[in-house]
Every structure is written in C-alpha cells, then in structure tokens.
C-alpha cells in the first residue's frame, strides 16, 4: 500500500469513528481525487502499453523484413557460384568431347607413313637419343637435333590443333565470376577467401578426373591468389581449400602476416589480370570477371 | 622401324606435359605443382611443363623420395622398420636441431596401398610421441622428437613392438 493511500485509509477511520459529516466530506473529496488520480495514471499506462505494442510490432516487422534480405542475398549468393560452376562445366564438357573428336581425327591422319615415320622419331629422340647427346660428337649432335628439328616442324600443325581446341568452334559467350572477400569485413585481413566457379572435385578428386577447362581454370586462379599472396608479402600463408555450394574455394591465413595491401583492390586486378592474359577464354568462349563480398555472405550455414 | 600402329596416347609426343601428369609424376598435388611454380615465377602462360619445370617443383617444393623399387621391403613390419631407419637419419640434424620434412617425403616412391599402411603407421607413431606434426606453407610437415629418438631406435629392432604397431596400423583401416 502506497504512502498516501494508507494516509487516506487512515483519514476514513477517523472519519468513521468521529462520525462527523465535515470530516467524512473531507474524506470523501480525497477519495475522488485519490481515484481520478489513479485513473489518470491508468490511462496513461495503457497508452504507454498501446506505444510499446505498435513500437514492438514495428520492431518485429523490421526484423523480420532484415532477416528475409539477409537470406536472400546468400541465396542469390549460392545460387549465383553454382549457375556459373554449372555454365562451366557444360562448356567444360563441350571442349572435352571436341578435344577427344580432335585427337581421333589427328591420330588417323598420323597414320600417313611420312608422318608416323616422324614420330616415331621424335619417340626414339626423347627415350633414347636425347640423354646420350652430351657425349657425341658436335658434328653428329647437330646432324640428330637438325633432324629433330624437321621432324617436329613436320608435325607442329598436329601438336597446334591439339592445343587449341576452343578456337574455331564460335561458342556463345558465357560469363563466370571469380568471387573473392577477406575477413573480417573492416581492419587488418585475417583470412583471404576466392571461391572458383569449379566442381570441388577439380581439388578432391584430381586424380581419376581429365584435365579439362575447369581444371585449367583452378589451376590459372589457384596462382593468382599465390602470386597476390606473394605481393602482399603472405607468401607463406597456409592456404586451405573446401568445398562451398560444391564449388572450389581457398582460403589463406594472412593474420600473422602483417598484410598492408588493399586486398580487395589488389584482389580485383589480379583476377582481371588472369582474365585478360590468357586467349583460352576467348577461344574457349568464356568470360571471367571479378566479384568482391562482404564475409558473411559467403558463410555458407548462414543462409 | 616399328610398323605397330600408332594409338591415341602417342599424341603426347607432340605436346610438353600437363601440370597434372607432373603430379603424379613428382606424388604431389597438382595446386602445388602450380604454387611452387608460381613463387618461382616460372608457370608458363600455356600450362604446360618441360622437365626443368619438374625440377623447380622438386627444388622449390623440398621434394624428397624416401623409397625407390630396389629397397621397398615385401613385409610390413620390414617396411615400417626401414621408415624408423629414414626418420632416425633423414630428420636428426647434426647441429642437434630437428629437421622437418613434408609429410608426403616419407610415403614417396610407394604403391598407393603401401602409402596408406604407412600413413597410418605415421599416425601412430605421432600417437605414441615419436614425432611432430608442423604446419607448413607447403603442407603439413613431420619431425622426429629428439628426446623419444633414441627409444624409437630400439621400436625398429623390437619384433614384437613393431609387430604391435603393424596391427594397429592394419586396424585402422578395418583390416583386422
């Protein structure tokens, strides 16, 4: 009981056992006031309590509406790596196919007695011939690497339309992006991370799998981020590599390696390096382009 | 002059060889054929390798081969006796300092079967404290702990110590 209404509590008693009419008149009036106070003091709280209900539900919509864009964006993050994983690999296959074509098509014209002749040549050259050169005579050196030399000229058109295969077969473009973060998102870098729009398997399972494009690509990738670790004098930096939506990522300590460089800008012209320096995408009918992220984008069990 | 036709394989004359055939050349991953390649600047724009690539990767990469054809040992207990041996002289340093080498140095040479039984073995002998385990830039890295070296000497000519540890090698692979 409050202060004052144990006073008006008191006030009625004595009211009570005075029985005297201007006493309980008096008390009465502080009653009224007592309960036109308290009503106020209700009605001000159910306003309180009407505002805090609005503020709460405002509240809880905002969250909502954030968690749903948070959940989004990872979504259309995910989404995004496995199209152009995907894109990938069908042109990957596409390649493969033309290339297994192309190496039928040159072994049958090998077949040609000047040309088997020739490499069996150059066989005999590299298993048998080549070691012993140092201790021939010059003369006869020369006449064996003048001969060697013919023959591969010979065959150099053969070994040029094995290695371009891409070339020639006027694929539609497709664009693939290399996505890149470092974390945490503001200060010194602890960790660099490049996600590569290739099966995991290009690490996991390198050895039952053929070299194809996607495997070229990892491989072009995998050195761009050593040498930009090596720019950022992070060569050292222990670099892992996982599996992320079943694409291809690394991810290189650098905490300890003190690393000053602008990784996302050191990050985004070294991947446009890599594109521009190879014609293997060109032929291959691939772009690659460059993605900067912010971390937690790319943490996978927070979509 | 061979009159046997040719087939598809010998297509490879006409080409320098790929980053993944130098892998399984040199029993390492192909990613760090690349890095090894890459630090030393000398990965080619075309991605194919001569065998002065092979070499860089070798040197760069500190690649050892711990077993050729002639010494591998048919037993198991023999060849977990001989890799005591290679640990024992291999990583003691004679400044007294422990030498770490790449985990992949002390299985190279091996059959992939003989690779696994003696990783397990590794493994248990980093259980039983004879050796470290490093991180490396270039993987993980192994080395002897010098204070149980002595004791890991007496391990390789224990028949029946050995013999334990071959079966508990053989048991982690559910063999037994």
């Known amino acids: ?303 | 002059m061979s009159t046997t036709p040719l087939d598809v394989s010998n297509l490879a004359l006409l080409r320098k060889m790929s980053v993944d055939e130098v892998a399984r050349w040199l029993e390492v991953h192909p990613f760090d054929v690349v890095r090894s390649l890459t630090l030393t600047r000398t990965l080619p724009a075309d991605l194919r390798l001569d065998t002065q690539h092979v070499d860089r990767v070798r040197d760069h990469g500190a690649l050892e081969v711990w077993w050729d054809g002639a010494d591998i040992p048919e037993d198991d207990g023999k060849l977990l006796a001989g890799l005591i041996a290679r640990l024992l002289t291999r990583l003691t340093a004679p400044s007294g300092t422990p030498r770490v080498t790449r985990a992949d140095n002390l299985l190279r040479g091996l059959e992939p079967e003989r690779q696994a039984f003696l990783r397990r073995a590794v493994n248990q002998l980093v259980r039983l404290g004879y050796l470290d385990i490093r991180g490396t830039p270039s993987g993980i890295g192994v080395t002897l702990r010098q204070d149980h070296a002595a004791d890991l000497g007496a391990l390789a000519v224990d028949f029946a110590r050995l013999h334990q540890l071959v079966l508990r090698a053989h048991a982690d692979a559910g063999l037994t």
């Open chain 1, 1 to 303: 009981m409050s202060p004052e209404t144990s006073a008006l509590v008191d006030a009625l008693h004595r009211a009570a056992l005075a029985d005297s009419e201007p006493a309980l008149d008096e008390a009465l009036t502080r009653v009224e006031a007592a309960q036109a106070h308290a009503q106020a003091e209700l009605d001000a709280l159910r306003e309180r309590m009407t505002a805090l209900a609005e503020r709460r539900k405002a509240l809880e919509a905002q969250r909502a509406a954030g968690s749903s864009a948070s959940r989004s964006a990872h979504e259309a993050v995910r989404d995004g790596l496995c199209a152009d994983r995907d894109r990938l690999v069908r042109r990957a296959e596409r390649l493969l196919a033309e290339q297994r074509r192309r190496e039928a098509e040159v072994a049958e014209e090998l077949r040609a007695p000047e040309l088997d002749a020739a490499l069996r040549e150059v066989e005999r050259f590299q298993t048998e011939i080549e070691p012993t050169l140092p201790t021939l005579p010059h003369a006869y050196r020369r006449a064996i690497l003048d001969a060697h030399e013919r023959n591969q000229r010979l065959l150099e058109p053969y070994a040029q339309a094995l290695a371009t295969v891409g070339a020639g077969l006027d694929l539609p473009m497709e664009s693939v992006g290399i996505v890149a973060s470092a974390a945490p998102a503001s200060g010194r870098p602890e960790a660099l991370v490049v996600v590569l729009p290739v099966p995991f398997a290009v690490y996991a399972e390198w050895t039952t799998r053929p070299e194809d494009l996607a495997t070229r690509l990892a491989y072009r990738f995998v050195s761009t981020v050593h040498r930009l670790l090596a720019d950022a004098g992070a060569s050292d930096a222990p670099v892992e590599y996982f599996d992320l939506y079943g694409c291809l990522a690394m991810q290189a300590w650098v905490a300890e390696q003190n690393v000053t460089l602008d990784l996302r800008e050191a990050s985004l012209a070294r991947i446009r390096a890599t594109a521009e320096a190879s014609s293997e995408w060109s032929d291959a009918g691939v772009a690659i382009y460059g993605v900067w992220l912010a971390p937690d984008l790319l943490s996978e069990g927070a979509a």
